[in-house]
């Protein structure tokens, strides 16, 4: 996760935002049960941050004035295991969303209780991972409702288009860590755009550095031949050897009279082709 992008912080908006009804607050425990790992009345969670969601949003639910009754929490440990909440609800209190709006609410349940947000050093992602095959059914057409890219496989959903993504943190009441999220994937972008150019120009001066030390032995085994040399390839291998860091347009630009880059480069192929003649 990058530290522009911290995932405590992430929870803590998802924690904390404020519904502006119960029907709001009925669909996203809705979606918070729905999540969960469910047995008759009782909702087994390992994340006990959807517990503490859960009774925050309890009490501005209509379900809280209708049965009376506030969910039952128990807390189970065991050895060398992460503790575990047991959750024990009315029954019949599942709604199914069948609109966007209320969608939205329903997916900001279902995203604390079975969602996660990954950033990897390459990418990002959301995912939606469902255990009942019942539940999975529907959220895979809640899903269809968004207009969103999820990609499906068995019951994984998973979201890695960066609008996308906007979208869903935007819609779930997550404004700040969209915020977050542009701000990381556009750093992101900036940087690895700095480290190509950065690449490239290192490759470029790797090549320009081996090209240059190539053409000094050229020139210093063309001069040592011992015989007579036409004296515009004798002029060019002089001022290789006087200037050894020259490219080959400033070396053009040094010869009396000056020739383009082209040129010095047909020359050098010249004194190529008449070293190795002379070795061979």
């Known amino acids: 996760m990058e530290k522009n992008l911290q995932l405590g912080r992430l929870w803590d908006e998802w ?3 404020e519904n502006k009804n119960k029907i709001q607050s009925d669909f996203e425990v809705s979606g918070l049960l729905a ?6 009345n009782f909702f087994h969670t390992n994340r006990l941050r959807t517990a503490r969601r859960l009774m925050r949003v309890w009490s501005c639910t209509s379900y809280y004035e209708k049965f009376n009754f506030t969910p039952a929490i128990s807390l189970i440990t065991q050895k060398n295991q992460k503790p575990r909440v047991k959750i024990e609800c009315p029954p019949g209190i599942l709604k199914n969303p069948k609109s966007l709006k209320n969608s939205w609410l329903w997916l900001k349940g279902l995203w604390g209780s079975a969602g996660g947000f990954y950033f990897p050093k390459n990418g990002y992602y959301i995912t ?35 609008e996308d993504i906007m979208t869903f943190l935007c819609n779930t009441g997550m404004i700040l ?15 690895n755009r700095v480290n190509v150019e950065r690449n490239y120009e290192a490759a470029n001066i790797a090549r320009t550095v081996r090209a240059a030390r190539e053409q000094l032995e050229l020139a210093g085994k063309f001069l040592s031949s011992g015989v007579s040399l ?50 061979n």
């Open 35 to 40: 999540g969960m790992k469910k047995n008759g």
């Open 177 to 191: 860590n969209a915020l977050e999220f542009d701000k990381t994937v556009m750093l992101r972008s900036v940087r």
């Open 128 to 162: 939606l991972i469902i255990s009942d095959e019942k539940i999975s059914v529907m959220t895979s057409k809640i899903l269809k409702l968004t207009g969103l890219a999820w990609s499906e496989h068995r019951n994984e959903f998973t979201l890695r288009n960066h």
């Open 230 to 279: 036409p004296e515009n390839l004798r002029e060019l291998a002089e001022l290789r050897i006087k200037y050894p860091d020259d490219t080959l347009e400033e070396l053009g630009k040094k010869l009396n009279p000056p020739i383009k880059k082209s040129s010095v480069k047909y020359r050098w192929n010249k004194i190529k082709d008449f070293t190795q003649e002379k070795q």
């Open 15 to 17: 924690l904390t935002s």
